[in-house]
């Protein structure tokens, strides 16, 4: 269950709703400048982090759009169907359910109907770090959390979701050694096709490791975990 409230002019979706001081606190942090991501394979996903009362640190993620749009109008949406955030913040908690390590989803916020702009708040993962930066930082951490991470690939094709961007870069590792998915924008959630949804991720995977240099042991990770 989802509980939706008002705010000045935003909307929030949260599991158990959530104090008017904590919206407030969000929205200041909504116009804070968003940073990008820095390293290797961190793609375009811009976040700020805020200090939330009686939940702790957060992350939030601003909805920017990509191609050739982006010249012309960066950060807002058509409102036609789901808001980009809220269907993010419904696929975490989907993919939860079924044993997936991914940030937990606090909230999704949206200003506007017809046009639109969108967050996503998820509680922070302490010490998060990119698996394709650890590759190369310390591999053999990285080379021993590769099992637990194909594992969770096999289940979400086995499950039919498709997570479109899924690359090491989007794999983060916390302070615990611990395998997170993240950047679940745009993911589908009735592919039938398991084998056939296994090879598109290990073909994204490759290539991805092809173009950024990533070592041989991560460019293989899903080798012979192709679901029977």
């Known amino acids: 269950m989802t509980v939706v409230q008002k705010h000045r002019s935003f909307r929030f979706g949260s599991p158990e709703g959530l104090l008017s001081s904590q919206m407030a606190e969000l929205i200041r942090s909504f ?4 940073k990008k991501a820095e ?3 961190t793609g375009r996903v811009q976040v700020q982090t805020c200090q939330l009362e009686r939940i702790g640190p957060v992350m939030i993620k601003t909805y920017f759009r990509g191609g050739l749009l982006r010249h012309i109008n960066k950060r807002t949406y058509l409102g036609l169907g789901r808001a980009r955030s809220r269907a993010e913040f419904e696929m975490l908690q989907r993919v939860r359910q079924i044993g ?9 916020a949206v200003q506007g109907r017809l046009l639109y702009r969108a967050w ?3 509680k922070q993962i302490p010490g998060a770090v990119p698996l394709s930066e650890l590759s190369f930082t ?5 080379q021993s959390v590769l099992p637990s991470v194909a594992e969770q690939i096999r289940i979400l094709a086995c499950r039919g979701i498709h997570h479109v961007d899924l690359h090491p870069g989007n794999v ?4 615990r050694g611990r395998a997170f998915f993240i950047d ?3 993911a589908r959630g009735r592919v039938r096709s398991q084998r056939r949804l296994f090879r598109r991720y290990a073909q994204r995977w490759k290539r991805a490791a092809d ?11 899903l080798s012979g975990h192709d679901p029977g």
């Open 39 to 41: 390293g290797r394979l």
């Open 172 to 175: 983060l590792l916390d302070a």
């Open 120 to 122: 996503l708040i998820t």
């Open 31 to 34: 116009h804070a400048p968003a």
């Open 100 to 108: 997936i390590n991914a940030p937990e989803p606090v909230a999704y």
């Open 211 to 221: 173009k950024y240099g990533l070592p041989g042991f991560v460019r293989e990770a």
């Open 184 to 186: 679940f924008d745009r």
């Open 138 to 142: 310390d591999p053999a951490t990285a």
